[in-house]
């Protein structure tokens, strides 16, 4: 069983509010990733790490920032929500070297902007 | 530009056996995914197919053919818990995965 966290799991803000999604893994992985995904839609990558104070950009990454500061923890932070921003977000890590894709994910942080 | 194509619903009875194609055109190829998740859930990885040739997992098979850049993922004997959205995924050159939109079964009585 897959040992990653998300918090909170429902987030209902106003516009222009600065928000942070946390993600923690209990299983050692260096991979950590961030999606969004909206209904019946494909998941779109918005940022990954491959270990510690390493980040990089995926495809949707230009209204929000990550940190990974620690090995187990890598935040998500949107400095100012607006109501495009309403979408589910999954954590996931992975095992680096093992090219084989298999990704655990987090139960998702469901947002909301009025 | 990369692209997964799946169909976007299927339906079928309990206890019979069905089949969902994924076809992709990427910039190279690492590998194909499926992953299976259920309404509300996150997704929960399914099958790997880096070889041409079929993956069966007991009652799932995935099968891959990298020349015509198609797979499908083959569930026999459907219970009503597989009623979820099936996702297609492919590793390209630079390994990262490319996401189909995720066919959504649905089984019925």
């Known amino acids: 069983e897959a040992d990653i966290y998300q918090t909170p799991r429902y987030l209902v803000i106003g516009t222009g509010k600065k928000i942070t999604l946390e993600c923690s893994q209990t299983?050692?992985?260096?991979?950590m990733y961030w999606y969004q995904q909206d209904p019946g839609m494909e998941l779109h990558l918005i940022h990954y790490?491959?270990?510690?104070?390493?980040?990089e950009k995926g495809d949707l990454s230009s209204e929000s920032t990550v940190s990974r500061i620690r090995t187990e923890h890598f935040p998500l932070t949107l400095e100012s929500a607006r109501p495009s921003h309403t979408s589910q977000y999954l954590c996931?890590?992975?095992?680096?070297?093992?090219?084989?894709?298999?990704?655990?994910f987090g139960e998702g942080s469901r947002l909301t902007v009025l | 530009g990369q692209n997964i194509d799946q169909p976007t619903e299927m339906t079928a009875t309990e206890g019979a056996i069905v089949q969902i194609n994924c076809t992709y055109q990427t910039s190279g190829f690492n590998g194909l995914f499926w992953y299976q998740q259920h309404a509300g859930e996150a997704p929960t990885f399914l099958s790997y197919n880096v070889l041409d040739g079929l993956e069966e997992k007991g009652r799932f098979s995935s099968f891959l053919s990298r020349s015509k850049g198609y797979s499908y993922l083959l569930l026999k004997e459907l219970q009503m818990k597989d009623s979820a959205s099936y996702l297609c995924?492919?590793?390209?050159?630079?390994?990262?995965?490319?996401w189909g939109a995720g066919t959504k079964l649905i089984i019925k009585p």
């Open positions: 790490s491959y270990g510690v104070n390493s980040t």
């Open positions: 299983m050692g992985h260096d991979k």
């Open positions: 996931a890590s992975s095992v680096t070297g093992a090219e084989t894709g298999e990704l655990f």
């Open positions: 995924a492919v590793m390209d050159s630079n390994y990262q995965l490319i």
